[in-house]
């Protein structure tokens, strides 16, 4: 196979956006537009990528990182002239070049494949990549000769009324013969509405000097979307959400209701895992076998394992062990870890917790800047106080111990193996292995006192004083 190389368009502003962050950068489904078009020139063997950058381009750069070179665009004269910018690199280059812009995101693998397979077949020195639309406004036209040939391609602002009816439309995605691609570029000019060079120009030129010009056509109209306002990134998003849950299910998942069910690019889920509806999966998150997520469940960059099950819960950078469950109501921060068949109620929060196997934090606690053994019972409103206003401090609570309800633990502080927490004490020190620990006011009854109470404070209502 010939060298292929990748140039990827990100130079753009996006002024129809309407944002401060630049076009490319606008995620969908959780990952930059340009990063998903790098996804796919990677998987496609492309030795060396080349991304045109020119608005925001440290952002773009600092975006990306070290996946691509870049090259500066410093003044937007268009598509041609972005292209040219990488000859420096890719001139004297004998190979394959593929130009893509990025803000396409939904151009697949499989169809740059093919696209590339084609014009090697054909001996193509271009090969454009088009799609049929019932409605083509605002796309170039691929005009064909009438034996069907590839003519040229004519920008939706200069197409006269029998062009502009073509519905056969250039989708921005091209396979080039490496040099003959840049030998064009230098016969491209800018007389035209626009007043700029255009990228697509180059196929005419070619055509006239009786190169073979190819056009591979995608049955996915998808991959045409350019995304160039929110509306559009709306678009975009729904059919990359529907690409990724069909992926999902073809894989032996069960998402109850896929049209609200949303699952970033980067996820990962294990067969016989179901999903209810309503749940958010982000990430960089890893679901395992047999698990149970949802309703109503929002995964961070969180690790599930397998037969574990959170529902109606919030978890960040967490991880779940084996068997566990949590929920309803529950809210894992960054850091906490569970081992295998624990167990978190509703409205219990972690954070930076480690809990072994076989705990439980039942109802209403915190536990937080804690180390919790295996077998541990934390009963209702527990909390572990670990903030001082300037520092986070460690609690640690070993094998066994029993720690009942509301119990605050001042940390640093830690429970020993086996002891046991009596309810309503505030523990300053450590309770040492196997000793049971009170820390609670002696309980004091004043007989009828209770009326005097009562009727003291209805004076004072009464008289409207506090």
């Given at each position: 196979m010939k060298t292929r190389m990748a140039i990827v368009l990100a130079a753009g502003k996006g002024k129809r956006m309407k944002s401060k962050l630049y076009k490319v950068l606008h995620p969908v489904c959780g990952k930059p537009m340009a990063a998903h078009v790098l996804d796919v020139v990677d998987e496609a063997a492309c030795s060396r990528k080349i991304v045109i950058v020119g608005h925001g381009a440290e952002a773009v750069q600092a975006k990306l990182g070290e996946r691509a070179e870049f090259v500066l665009q410093a003044e937007q004269?268009?598509?041609?002239?972005?292209?040219?910018?990488?000859?420096?690199?890719?001139?004297?280059?004998?190979?394959?070049?593929?130009?893509?812009?990025?803000?396409?995101?939904?151009?697949?693998?499989?169809?740059v494949e093919a696209l590339a397979a084609l014009h090697a077949e054909r001996g193509a020195a271009a090969t454009v990549l088009t799609a049929e639309l019932a409605d083509p406004t605002g796309y170039g036209r691929l005009i064909r000769t009438t034996s069907g040939e590839v003519e040229r391609i004519v920008e939706q602002k200069d197409c006269t009324p029998e062009q502009a009816a073509v519905k056969e439309i250039n989708t921005g995605t091209y396979c080039f013969d490496n040099r003959k691609l840049f030998a064009a570029l230098e016969q491209v000019d800018n007389r035209n509405t626009q007043g700029e060079y255009y990228l697509t120009d180059v196929i005419g030129i070619l055509q006239r000097q009786g190169e073979?010009?190819?056009?591979?056509c995608t049955a996915d109209e998808a991959e045409a979307l350019g995304v160039n306002d929110r509306v559009a990134l709306a678009a975009a998003e729904r059919a990359m959400r529907r690409r990724i849950n069909h992926g999902h299910m073809l894989g032996g998942v069960t998402l109850l209701d896929p049209e609200t069910t949303y699952i970033e690019a980067d996820v990962r889920i294990g067969a016989d895992t179901v999903v209810y509806p309503g749940s958010v999966l982000r990430g960089l998150t890893v679901i395992g076998e047999d698990c149970i997520v949802g309703p109503q469940a929002e995964l961070i960059d969180t690790v599930l394992e397998d037969g574990a099950c959170i529902r109606h819960a919030v978890s960040e950078r967490a991880e779940i062990g084996p068997g566990s469950t949590v929920g309803p109501y529950a809210n894992l921060?960054?850091?906490?870890?569970?081992?295998?068949?624990?167990?978190?109620?509703?409205?219990?929060?972690?954070?930076?917790?480690?809990?072994?196997?076989?705990?439980?934090?039942?109802?209403?606690?915190?536990?937080?800047?804690?180390?919790?053994?295996?077998?541990?019972?934390?009963?209702?409103?527990?909390?572990?106080?670990?903030?001082d206003g300037f520092n986070k401090s460690l609690t640690e609570i070993a094998d066994g111990a029993f720690v009942g309800s509301n119990v605050n633990l001042i940390a640093p502080v830690r429970v020993g193996k086996g002891a046991y927490v009596v309810a309503g004490s505030t523990i300053t020190q450590d309770v040492p292995e196997g000793d049971l620990a009170i820390a609670r006011e002696r309980q004091v009854n004043k007989p009828g006192y209770a009326d005097k109470i009562r009727n003291r404070a209805k004076a004072r209502k009464e008289q409207g004083r506090p």
């Open positions: 004269l268009g598509t041609g002239h972005a292209v040219a910018q990488a000859k420096p690199l890719l001139g004297e280059i004998d190979g394959t070049t593929i130009v893509i812009c990025g803000d396409t995101p939904l151009v697949t693998t499989a169809t073979v010009i190819e056009a591979y921060r960054p850091g906490t870890k569970l081992g295998s068949g624990c167990k978190l109620g509703n409205f219990v929060e972690l954070k930076n917790a480690v809990l072994g196997d076989g705990s439980k934090v039942s109802h209403l606690s915190y536990v937080g800047d804690a180390k919790v053994g295996a077998d541990v019972n934390i009963g209702c409103g527990a909390i572990t106080v670990n903030y």
